[in-house]
């Protein structure tokens, strides 16, 4: 069964704005994707992936598994880390996997949120992803897509709590028997993932409980059961793309947690950071 989640936010971005009358997206840096929305690192967040990097090579028990929201500047934060765990490890032995669920946050909108690039897109970028399938099969769909039109905190919250139950699922399912998995994400996704494993709500949804610093790391483990029973989801709904506003409940509030509920180890760390804490949202 798996034990450990890291968590870690991308680094400083490059920046972007969008008008709220007609939703359209603008940047003054062309984005490697060609959507404006979807930013490179700035040069400082380089320098805050390379640091972050560092820190991940020495994480104890090592990352097994990498997942990452697939907008570019998580997948460019974890490259440093990744290259240098390719060069120990093998390039073949290292994988990341994109993961639509673990993305963006976008408040409700009457327009059109902008989504990531495919991974087509992705690939010609970042060598760690997986490599494109056979010609007779398409790339597996993601667990769960938020709603173009935006998402209430409510949704968000339950959006990223129902991924995590279907990540650490298949982890447990898997005959590797991995014990850590690694997730880059973004500010308000790391707050909620911290909210969904512990099962920890606060009353206010503003209150500042789980940091999400720029390249801040955090880590958490999963609580005692006696079997992997103990430890299964509840039984919930499929997630349904024609209906992407409706996110099923894995019952995660009320101190359950997900998948048996985790105890946070380390919130939000910034200390192997050469300016410590940064940018919390």
């Known amino acids: 069964m798996l034990e450990v989640i890291y968590v870690v936010r991308h680094g400083y971005r490059s920046n972007w704005v969008v008008d709220p009358e007609t939703g359209t997206y603008s940047s003054n840096i062309p984005s490697p994707t060609g959507i404006p929305s979807d930013p490179a690192l700035a040069s400082y967040g380089v320098r805050q992936a390379e640091q972050l ?76 992803l997986p490599p494109a399938p056979a010609s007779s099969s398409k790339d597996p769909d993601p667990i769960i897509v938020p709603s173009t039109k ?16 279907h990540l650490i699922g298949r982890a447990d399912a898997d005959s590797s028997g991995p014990k850590s998995l690694l997730i880059c994400t973004h500010a308000a996704s790391m707050i909620c993932i911290g909210r969904a494993l512990t099962g920890v709500m606060p009353v206010e949804e503003g209150e500042e409980d789980f940091k999400c610093f720029t390249c801040s790391f955090s880590k958490f483990v999963r609580k005692r059961r006696s079997s992997a029973a103990d430890a299964g989801g509840q039984e919930v709904a499929k997630w349904n793309p024609e209906r992407p506003e409706d996110v099923p409940d894995v019952g995660w509030r009320d101190g359950n947690g997900v998948r048996g509920g985790w105890e946070c ?7 192997f950071l050469e300016n410590g804490e940064e940018r919390g949202w």
Request: glycine fraction near 6%; aromatic fraction near 10%.
């Open 150 to 165: 935006g998402e209430t905190i409510p949704q968000l919250h339950d959006r990223l709590a129902y991924c995590l139950s």
């Open 53 to 128: 990097a560092t820190h991940l090579l020495h994480v104890d028990p090592p990352v097994d598994l990498i997942y990452s929201s697939p907008f570019y500047r998580c997948l460019q934060t974890l490259l440093p880390y990744t290259t240098a765990l390719a060069k120990a490890k093998g390039q073949d032995n290292v994988q990341i996997l994109a993961e639509r669920g673990i993305g963006e946050f976008y408040g409700r909108a009457r327009f059109d949120h902008p989504s990531p690039a495919p991974l087509s897109v992705l690939r010609t970028h970042f060598p760690h």
């Open 265 to 271: 180890e380390v919130n939000g760390d910034c200390s």
